[in-house]
C-alpha cells in the first residue's frame, strides 16, 4: 500500500464523517459505512451496545453488517461471555486489533473456539473501538474481514470514524424507538414515565394520577417489556 493511498482513505474517512450527520435513515447510514470499510478490506461490521454477560447481543445491536448466521450461533452457543474480543473491550477504551487480543484460555476455554469459527465465515481480523455513551452504557464499533492492512495514519481515523459512526447509528435508532414508543406505549404508561421523568417516586405518582402505587408499578412494568429496558431508569430515559 502506498503512502498516497493511505492518505486517500483517511481523506474518504473525514469526508465521510462530515456525510454521516446529514444521513436520514439507518439503510443510508449502513450503506454508506459499508462502502467505506470495504475499501479497506472489512466486508462486515456492527454498532452496538455491549449487554450484560448473560443477555443476549442481537437485540442490542444499533446498526449491523454481520454474517446472520454466525450471530444467531453466537447468541445460542452463549459465546458472548466467552469472546475474548468483549473482554478486552472493558479492559481499554483504545482501539485494538483482534488479533492482539490474548487468549486465556484457562478463563475463557472456548476463547479459540469463538475466533476460530469467526476466521471460517471471513472475519480472520478485526478492528475494535470501545466506546462509553451518554448514559454511560458501554458500547463497541467492530470491524472485521479476511484481511486488514491499515497504516497507523488509517486506524487513527477509523478510531475517530467509530465515534461519529455510533453518534449516528445512535441518533437514528432513538428515532425509531421514539416512532415505536408513540405507537406502542399506552396514554398512562407515558403518563407515569412523565412523571418520574420530573422526579417524583411512585407513590406520588400515584397520588396525582390517582390511581394505586400498584397500578403504577405495573404501567413501569409493562413499558419495560415493550421498550426492553433494562430498569426503572433506563425505561424513563427511553
Not at 459505512?33 to 451496545?49: I, P, W, Y
Not at 447481543?57 to 448466521?69: I, K, S, Y
Not at 445460542?76 to 478486552?88: C, E, F, I, K, L
Request: glycine fraction near 6%; hydrophobic fraction near 40%; proline fraction near 5%.
Amino acid at each position: 500500500m502506498t503512502a498516497e493511498s493511505s492518505l486517500g482513505r483517511v481523506r474518504d474517512a473525514f469526508d465521510l464523517m462530515d456525510k454521516l450527520d446529514r444521513l436520514q435513515t439507518e439503510a443510508e447510514l449502513r450503506d454508506a459505512l459499508l462502502a467505506f470499510t470495504r475499501s479497506c478490506g472489512l466486508e462486515f461490521f456492527t454498532v452496538t451496545q455491549l449487554p450484560q454477560p448473560c443477555e443476549r447481543v442481537a437485540p442490542h445491536m444499533l446498526l449491523t453488517v454481520w454474517p446472520h448466521n454466525w450471530l444467531v450461533h453466537y447468541d445460542r452457543s452463549g459465546y458472548y461471555a466467552h469472546d475474548p474480543v468483549v473482554r478486552q473491550c472493558g479492559r481499554t477504551v483504545d482501539p485494538f486489533l483482534w488479533s492482539s487480543v490474548p487468549l486465556d484460555v484457562g478463563l475463557q476455554p472456548k476463547a479459540p473456539r469463538i475466533m476460530g469459527e469467526a476466521a471460517e465465515l471471513g472475519m480472520q481480523e478485526g478492528f475494535c473501538i470501545p466506546i462509553v455513551d451518554v448514559t454511560g452504557f458501554q458500547a463497541v464499533v467492530s470491524m472485521a474481514g479476511p484481511r486488514l492492512t491499515l497504516s497507523p495514519h488509517e486506524q487513527r481515523a477509523l478510531h475517530l470514524l467509530g465515534y461519529y459512526a455510533h453518534a449516528a447509528a445512535t441518533r437514528l435508532s432513538r428515532r425509531r424507538r421514539q416512532e415505536r414508543i408513540a405507537q406502542d406505549l399506552s396514554t398512562r404508561e407515558r403518563d407515569v414515565l412523565s412523571w418520574l421523568a420530573m422526579g417524583r417516586q411512585a407513590g406520588e405518582v400515584a397520588e396525582i394520577l390517582g390511581i394505586g402505587e400498584e397500578t403504577v408499578t405495573t404501567h413501569i412494568k409493562r413499558a419495560k417489556e415493550k421498550l426492553g429496558t433494562r430498569n426503572t431508569t433506563h425505561t424513563v430515559v427511553e
